[in-house]
């Protein structure tokens, strides 16, 4: 039986029950995947907009079968790849921009954080009807955070007390502090009690150059692979058995060097050609460099919000999208440009940027 959408059941909810939620999902996926024009970036968008609408409402009245969570993060993860590699792991895909990973929320954690809020709300004996209710039948009197479960309770509230278990494992008796720490306006912020419960690993000084809100998004995703080092170059293609050992070479040079990350976006004399264009144009005297100098340059001396750090921060991304469409290009389209006219998109996807962009007049 469904009400308002969803199982209505007094014993454990299945993974067969969750099925029409996993098919909704499913579908909105094949029809995605029917346009091959998606980049990384729309699929990213598709994932946190449209999918987490989808699943919230179902993850917040519910504590779902954990077989029926981790197919709903599978089908998400094999929609953003769009192929067999999965290019980062999905743990780290669900972590925050500013700890290296895309902001997506994992449905098994998120619905564990939704889980939290309601164990919150009971904590708070919020003036709620079913909050009076399981004052009345379940607590009488006692605390939500050491009540014990009877045998005759519903499936729903001993789920319930499973997570209790989990967060009073996790974080002792500060429990309540931590979780008062993610309300705002008293308030209980899903996506801040998300982080707390992932476990971010360490921030990277990276974030802000990456995901620069005013940056193409699909050239964020690029320089967001490279900063990984999983774009799929040849000598990656190799280690995963794909291409044989006399196909490595770069296609952009011709000189018999080694196709790696750091070889294409800089070593190579072709990308230091256009970077020479790039930095020339920007008014800066280019030497060779290196991925880990540059991005630490970035990260240190070009962040902040003014106009001209935004131009530049742009550069960065563009060169680096531009660089590796040339390479694939090259490969599957077998086009040749030679650097300034790479260097010439580079300029055009810019000052269209700037131009078509009413919200950054002062740019202009
Ligand atoms: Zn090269």
């Known amino acids: 039986m469904k009400y308002l959408g969803l199982p209505l059941t007094a014993k454990r909810l299945s993974y067969t029950d969750c099925s029409s939620l996993i098919g909704k999902i499913y579908n909105q996926f094949q029809t995605w995947q029917q346009n091959k024009c998606l980049t990384y970036a729309g699929r990213l968008e598709l994932i946190k907009s449209v999918i987490l609408g989808i699943q919230t409402y179902w993850l917040s009245n519910y504590i779902l079968p954990i ?67 399981v004052h009345g039948n379940y607590l009488q009197n006692q605390n939500v955070w050491t009540v014990q479960p009877k045998t005759n309770d519903s499936w729903m509230w001993r789920q319930l007390l499973k997570m209790r278990d989990m967060l009073v494992s996790k974080f002792g008796n500060v429990v309540t502090a931590r979780i008062a720490d ?77 196709e790696t990350r750091d070889h294409i976006l800089f ?66 389209q077998d086009k040749k440009r030679l650097p300034a006219q790479v260097f010439r998109d580079i300029k055009l996807s810019i000052f269209c940027k700037i131009l078509n962009d009413s919200s950054h007049v002062h740019m202009k």
Not at 99 to 123: C, D, R
Not at 241 to 251: A, G, H, R
Not at 311 to 326: D, G, P, Q, T
């Open 67 to 133: 077989k029926a969570l981790e197919k709903i993060d599978s089908l998400c993860s094999a929609f953003l790849w769009g192929h067999k590699f999965h290019l980062v792991n999905w743990g780290s895909v669900c972590q925050g921009k500013e700890y290296g990973g895309l902001g997506i929320f994992s449905a098994k954690y998120w619905n564990y954080a939704a889980a939290t809020k309601l164990l919150w709300l009971i904590h708070l004996k919020k003036d709620l009807l079913w909050i009076k209710w």
């Open 182 to 258: 993610c309300c705002s306006d008293g308030k209980l912020l899903l996506s801040a009690v998300y982080s707390v419960l992932l476990q971010p690993t360490n921030a990277v000084a990276w974030a802000k150059t990456v995901w620069d809100g005013f940056l193409y998004p699909k050239h964020s995703f690029v320089l967001w692979l490279a900063c990984h080092s999983r774009l799929l170059t040849k000598d990656r293609l190799c280690r995963m058995n794909i291409l044989s050992t006399n196909q490595l070479y770069c296609v952009l040079c011709d000189r018999h060097q080694l």
């Open 267 to 332: 070593e190579c004399q072709y990308s230091g050609e256009v970077w020479n264009l790039v930095m020339s144009w920007l008014g800066y005297k280019w030497r060779s460099c290196t991925w880990d100098l540059l991005l630490h340059w970035y990260s240190q001396k070009l962040k902040g919000k003014s106009p001209m750090k935004k131009l530049k921060r742009m550069c960065l991304s563009a060169a680096v999208y531009m660089i590796w469409r040339e390479r694939n290009l090259r490969i599957f």
